[in-house]
């Protein structure tokens, strides 16, 4: 599904990432953890096209995506969310779903202005749309809020529907966890398991072990830009270079 | 197209673009400390020049006093529009200090409509109008004077920033202002004396030009334009990369107006201004921010 | 949605009938030009407010509209309906030939950027002298003319330019509550994400620079051609600051805030006849004071003070 092959990044004079390679499969929920400053953010930028890697390539369903900027992928079927949510504040709830709708519309500006009926009707099925995905991470009580009123974890959800509303076939998850208390978090743990049982990959940064471990069928650690290590939980857990990596590091 | 020609429109074109790197110097501490392009720049220009006159005419004063008396006011206005209209602001976000940026720059003008009317007025030059050869162009003292001026502002500013504390904190500051205040710096302080300086340096700067230009209630909106042209040039350094900037334009801005067309003299430094924003908006010898491009 | 097209009803209503309650006369001039400069303002607006992008150089395209209608009917004889959609499709391709480039850039360089722009587009109007007159302006522009009616006087003026204004207005509320709108507040709101949704944020605004610089082109030739004089002096910087100041007035993002906003800043000058040479005053201190207390504008800052004053109100107060 995902492949990323030598990716290096080099800021300045320090080097976030050196040479990291892994693949992932389809279906999987794979996790990528390490220490902090372990490169994982800076990973995710360059695979959803935010950075420009220094070298290295992405490989999407076996083509080579690097470099490409973050609407093209969208338009492939690729979506991430952010760390810090990146909702749009000044509009509703439920408009920042339809904008997720984007990639799944097509009238354009003039179609738009002038109310074409084609429009007319695309824009009710994306209002459609965005409530299904509103129903599916169960916020559809807030529809009508300002999106930049939301509690933090209603955000997070708000962030995830919205992301799905793209129809991706892979969704980047950059520390969903964070921010959340621990029912929020299962709650959190049970969507992501329904999001992979609609047949969406699904890689997430994270931090919170526990959640990690619960959930991902495979796990890549990260550290000091290099990937240290690659596999099951069960193995990751009892992999001495990951214990080493981690002791002396609070989780 | 003769030497000589080229030659005076050369040097009259240093002196303005001396002018041109003192505004823009002014425009780049600002920014590197707060983030912010002070539209109101140019007024500070025109209030150093017209309020000389005042200070001359009305008050009487020596030419030597009226200086320093004309940039201490200014310096006031500069701190006066800093506290009343920046440091309150709820909302910062770039259109918000655009705006209120502009605001003040329109009030400040309208303001000095009200006191000196709309008439330009002339300030005697600091000594004496006696033309002087260079070469095949002559140049008038004025000239030197701002070029004598500009020099040493540029001296000191070097030593203020390098040298004393509050300078290297101002740098700091502009790097990085968390770290800045982190580490105790009062930012906020900073910001203050960013004001203070950039003031005194466009209110000097239009005091020394003044005798050339005349001075006039609206001479700040051009002045201030190019300062910021010169800025960009320079990749809003307070230092020698603005002040080649400015060097620079005058001198492309005096050839283009002698020996292209005098009309389009103002566009030809705009002209400049959007290529450099378009290809190179870091600046002739900045490196690449991600932030402006 | 719905909230907004009853509020545009109820207001081409006050529009068709604004010239027999205020009966002819000199006001009636007035609201010709709140007409055009609510058009302007909903132009940038759709910029500034929607798309979150500065311009500081509108009055730019304003002018280019004015002097090509104008210089096409008066010098090449071309009939001014013809000239008009000329006039803007050139403006059109300009825009967007600039609008790459120039929208590339952030905050205050793109402030800057599009000053640099307008006030070059003004120095070509004032050197030009063969083509535009220069300073001294150009004139004999023609009315427009409908089916033998000759729009000359102020309240066919008044109904010419109105029905364009609130064409507009239809417009841009249609634009706004649409697919493309809310692409654009995304933008607006955070690029980043907007993006990664799909998005195409450069492509998309260049599309509204096109459009806005389209609109105002249509403002000026029809300026050109009711005022029948056009000069560079109204549309240079100055005008520009102008225009800024009422969508900031208004409120950013609020179509009917443009419209109070150009009202606002159209009728002041006239009811304050002798304080005109301090309009510049006047504008600067509106400015500052808007920003710093009422940055919505008075769109939603007059509700939201009237619910401070008289107490809580249900309703969410936006438009």
């Known amino acids: 599904m995902l492949e990323v092959s030598g990716i290096t990044q080099i800021f300045g004079g320090v080097t976030a990432l050196d040479s990291v390679s892994f693949k992932l499969a389809k279906g999987d929920i794979t996790g990528v953890i390490g220490p902090n400053g372990a490169g994982k953010t800076t990973l995710f930028n360059i695979i959803s096209g935010i950075y420009h890697q220094t070298a290295g390539t992405v490989y999407l369903e076996g083509k080579d995506v690097t470099g490409f900027p973050p609407e093209r992928l969208a338009r492939l079927s690729m979506v991430r969310t952010f760390q810090n949510i990146e909702l749009f504040g000044g509009m509703t709830v439920l408009e920042n779903v339809m904008v997720g709708m984007h990639t799944k519309s097509t009238s354009g500006l003039l179609a738009c202005s002038f109310k074409a009926p084609w429009s007319i009707s695309e ?129 | 197209m003769e030497f000589n020609q080229i030659l005076q429109y050369t040097l009259s074109g240093l002196s303005t673009g001396a002018i041109y790197a003192l505004i823009g110097i002014g425009f780049s501490i600002i920014y590197n400390a707060t983030g912010i392009i002070n539209f109101a720049q140019g007024e500070f220009v025109m209030l150093g020049g017209l309020l000389t006159l005042s200070s001359l005419q009305l008050l009487k004063l020596p030419l030597w006093a009226a200086i320093p008396v004309s940039v201490a006011i200014s310096t006031v206005v500069g701190v006066i529009f800093e506290r009343l209209a920046i440091r309150p602001l709820r909302q910062p976000t770039p259109i918000n200090l655009v705006i209120i940026t502009i605001g003040g720059s329109i009030l400040i003008r309208g303001l000095a409509m009200l006191v000196w009317g709309k008439d330009t007025h002339a300030i005697p030059p600091f000594s004496g109008d006696t033309p002087i050869a260079i070469g095949g162009a002559t140049i008038l003292p004025q000239h030197l004077w701002i070029l004598a001026i500009t020099l040493v502002i540029i001296v000191f500013n070097k030593f203020y920033f390098y040298h004393t504390i509050s300078g290297k904190a101002m740098r700091a500051c502009a790097y990085n202002r968390r770290a800045a205040g982190l580490v105790g710096i009062d930012v906020k302080r900073m910001v203050l004396f960013s004001f203070i300086i950039s003031a005194a340096m466009g209110a000097v700067a239009g005091i020394i030009v003044a005798p050339l230009t005349m001075t006039a209630y609206d001479v700040g909106v051009m002045l201030g334009l190019k300062g910021f042209c010169a800025a960009i040039i320079g990749g809003m350094s307070s230092g020698i990369s603005t002040v080649i900037g400015g060097l620079l334009l005058g001198v492309l801005e005096s050839l283009g107006a002698g020996l292209i067309s005098s009309g389009y003299k103002d566009a030809i430094s705009f002209i400049i201004l959007l290529l450099i924003l378009f290809i190179r908006p870091q600046g002739l010898f900045g490196k690449a921010d991600s932030e402006r491009v | 949605m719905k909230k907004d097209l009853l509020l545009f009803s109820a207001f081409t209503l006050l529009v068709a009938a604004a010239p027999q309650l205020f009966k002819g006369g000199y006001l009636m001039n007035v609201l010709v030009f709140v007409g055009i400069n609510t058009m302007l303002a909903v132009a940038l607006n759709l910029l500034l407010g929607y798309a979150g992008q500065i311009s500081l150089g509108h009055a730019g395209f304003f002018g280019l509209g004015a002097y090509l209608s104008g210089i096409m009917t008066t010098t090449y004889s071309i009939g001014p309906w013809l000239a008009m959609p000329i006039a803007a499709i050139v403006v059109g391709i300009i825009a967007c030939l600039i609008g790459f480039p120039v929208l590339k850039l952030k905050g205050h360089y793109l402030a800057m950027a599009t000053l640099g722009l307008g006030i070059i587009i003004f120095i070509v109007f004032n050197e030009t002298v063969d083509l535009t007159g220069g300073p001294s302006g150009l004139s004999g522009i023609p009315n427009l003319k409908i089916a033998g009616v000759t729009f000359d006087s102020d309240v066919k003026n008044y109904y010419l330019i109105w029905f364009f204004t609130l064409a507009v207005m239809l417009f841009s509320l249609n634009l706004a509550n649409s697919r493309v709108g809310r692409a654009l507040r995304a933008v607006h709101d955070s690029e980043i994400a907007a993006q990664v949704l799909g998005v195409n944020a450069r492509i998309l605004k260049v599309q509204v620079f096109t459009l806005s610089a389209i609109i105002s082109s249509i403002a000026g030739s029809l300026y050109a051609h009711t005022m029948t004089f056009i000069s560079p002096a109204s549309f240079g910087f100055n005008f520009s600051i102008e225009l800024l100041t009422m969508v900031v007035i208004g409120g950013l993002g609020s179509i009917f805030g443009s419209f109070l906003g150009a009202a606002l800043l159209t009728l002041l000058p006239e009811f304050l006849r002798a304080v005109n040479d301090y309009d510049i005053i006047i504008y600067g201190a509106l400015l500052m004071v808007m920003v710093m207390f009422m940055p919505g504008g008075l769109v939603r800052g007059i509700p939201a003070l009237y619910r401070k004053i008289f107490g809580q109100r249900k309703g969410t107060g936006n438009a």
Request: glycine letters at 6%.
């Open chain 1, 123 to 251: 824009e009710r099925r994306i209002r459609q749309g965005a409530l299904k995905w509103l129903d599916f991470t169960g916020i559809t009580d807030l529809a009508d809020q300002k999106a930049g009123n939301l509690p933090f974890g209603k955000g997070r959800l708000l962030e995830i529907a919205r992301a799905l509303a793209v129809e991706p076939r892979i969704i980047l998850m950059d520390e969903p966890a964070a921010g959340l208390n621990s029912q929020e978090t299962l709650a959190l743990a049970a969507l992501i398991k329904r999001i992979r049982d609609m047949d969406i990959t699904v890689v997430l940064v994270e931090h919170d072990m526990e959640l990690v471990m619960d959930i991902c069928d495979r796990i890549v650690v990260l550290n000091l830009g290099k990937k240290l290590a690659e596999g099951t939980p069960q193995q990751i857990q009892e992999s001495p270079e990951v214990i080493a990596a981690y002791l002396g590091d609070d989780d």
